[in-house]
């Protein structure tokens, strides 16, 4: 389930949502991760095109409407980042969402010009299958992702727009511009003081995530404690 590399997935993207531009989010989705290989049936509505490194069929990308990119993988299963993801969503300047987390990037090692020019783009969510622990390159992989915002509250930093900051955002008390997918819909991302911010989340894992509406009432009081 390998995907081509950075500049031609740039391409092929670009050209199914009738521009760069016209690119508003990307997700790599996996109806089966948890089950045994199980083929998948691909909408039959829209354009779809092969992005598999082997032109094989097996990781497929369609438009789903409004330029929302969906990439999905035939047996339904993890998809794998080609080694060379530069310029991967370069200049897709209108994206506001990246949803990587079922994309497994343990062996990319150039991630140049990733994120470069995503001047709208909001949040990054990624699992496990995230890693940059073999990046040999990252030269201005966040430039211009001005608006960017990690789980933890960390904004964009134009001295840090190397692979440094491609890490979930709070892990092990360091800052990123990730987000976990399991907080993806985590109301504490609108809680502005980051230290507030940790200690509510703390709060919230003390005593356990069964009560869905402690973390917009958290964050709902200390946003009215700031104001």
């Not at 989705?29 to 083929?39: L, S």
């Not at 047996?75 to 310029?87: F, P, T």
């Not at 040999?136 to 190397?162: K, R």
Request: glycine share 6%; aromatic share 8%.
């Amino acid at each position: 389930n390998i995907i081509v590399g950075g500049g031609s997935f740039n391409s092929k993207i670009s050209s199914l949502a009738g521009g760069a531009s016209s690119v508003k989010s990307i997700s790599f989705v996996a109806p089966n991760a948890t089950e045994k290989t199980t083929n998948v049936s691909f909408p039959t509505d829209v354009t779809i095109i092969d992005i598999s490194k082997d032109q094989d069929g097996s990781v497929m990308a369609w438009n789903a409407g409004n330029g929302e990119i969906i990439v999905m993988a035939k047996n339904g299963r993890k998809i794998v980042a080609n080694e060379n993801c530069y310029q991967m969503f370069y200049n897709f300047t209108e994206m506001e969402i990246c949803d990587v987390a079922n994309l497994d990037t343990s062996n990319v090692a150039d991630m140049e010009f990733m994120f470069k020019n995503c001047k709208n783009l909001k949040a990054i969510y990624v699992s496990d299958l995230w890693s940059v622990n073999n990046a040999t390159t990252s030269i201005e992989m966040f430039t211009n992702c001005n608006v960017l915002v990690g789980e933890d509250g960390t904004t964009y930093d134009a001295n840090h727009i190397t692979h440094d900051y491609a890490k979930v955002d709070g892990d092990n008390g360091t800052p990123g511009y990730l987000t976990h997918i399991n907080d993806k819909d985590d109301e504490f991302v609108v809680v502005k003081s980051k230290s507030l911010y940790r200690a509510a989340k703390a709060l919230r894992n003390k005593l356990g995530t069964t009560n869905k509406y402690l973390p917009s009432e958290i964050a709902n009081a200390i946003n009215s404690i700031n104001s």
